[in-house]
T-cell receptor
Framework: DTAVSQTPKYLVTQMGNDKSIKCEQNLGHDTMYWYKQDSKKFLKIMFS???????INETVPNRFSPKSPDKAHLNLHINSLELGDSAVYFC???????????????FGDGTRLSIL | GQSLEQPSEVTAVEGAIVQINCTYQTSGFYGLSWYQQHDGGAPTFLSYNGLDGLEETGRFSSFLSRSDSYGYLLLQELQMKDSASYFCAVRDSGGATNKLIFGTGTLLAVQP
């Protein structure tokens, strides 16, 4: 039973192309996230949705556009891919953080994006 | 700015005890978490400290001192499978965001 699943696992494409990554969680969580992990393993939040509403939007190029059709799904579309976009992209989910406590985040296995 | 500093690498032998430190400087603080990531894998949650003191979960313990902006993860009875990267993470705001700022990561190598 996969808790957070993202597809594809590997994505190799040419510079300038447009691509999408999909994420689904079956944990019943209200909040989902996209992270980018670079070659130095630095893990940085990009976006977060709570019940389909965008609540975190970090300084990310507007070529990146998240979409949440429902609270179990969060997709990431990237336009005009650049060499610097090469990284591992992780989707994650958690319960609401509204009670002030930090809820564990559950991560998918990652999508390894390589730009040629 | 916001930063979480960790040692980049730690090496230890099987059966030993190792401590991974984390010092943080963030605009807000709502708890310190630790995540483990094996090479090529996903980060997985290990522990959380919302208040000062020690939290123990099996072979792993985590400590927090909010006055010192400092925490650590203690791994006991090290096993080869503990070789991985370990990240501390601070939740820097309340409300529904649950936003985590991750540290630079510590690569732990356990040797036989």
């Amino acid at each position: 039973d996969t808790a957070v699943s993202q597809t594809p696992k590997y994505l190799v494409t040419q510079m300038g192309n447009d691509k999408s990554i999909k994420c689904e969680q079956n944990l019943g969580h209200d909040t989902m996230y996209w992270y980018k992990q670079d070659s130095k393993k630095f893990l940085k939040i990009m976006f977060s949705y709570n019940n389909k509403e965008l609540i975190i939007n970090e300084t990310v190029p507007n070529r990146f556009s998240p979409k949440s059709p429902d609270k179990a799904h969060l997709n990431l579309h990237i336009n005009s891919l650049e060499l610097g976009d090469s990284a591992v992209y992780f989707c994650a989910s958690s319960q609401d953080g509204g009670n002030g406590l930090s809820q564990p985040q559950h991560f998918g296995d990652g999508t390894r994006l390589s730009i040629l | 700015g916001q930063s979480l500093e960790q040692p980049s690498e730690v090496t230890a032998v099987e059966g030993a005890i190792v401590q991974i430190n984390c010092t943080y400087q963030t605009s807000g603080f709502y708890g310190l978490s630790w995540y483990q990531q094996h090479d090529g894998g996903a980060p997985t949650f290990l522990s959380y400290n919302g208040l000062d003191g020690l939290e123990e979960t099996g072979r792993f313990s985590s400590f927090l001192s909010r006055s010192d902006s400092y925490g650590y993860l203690l791994l006991q009875e090290l096993q080869m499978k503990d070789s991985a990267s370990y990240f501390c993470a601070v939740r820097d705001s309340g409300g529904a965001t649950n936003k985590l700022i991750f540290g630079t990561g510590t690569l732990l190598a356990v040797q036989p």
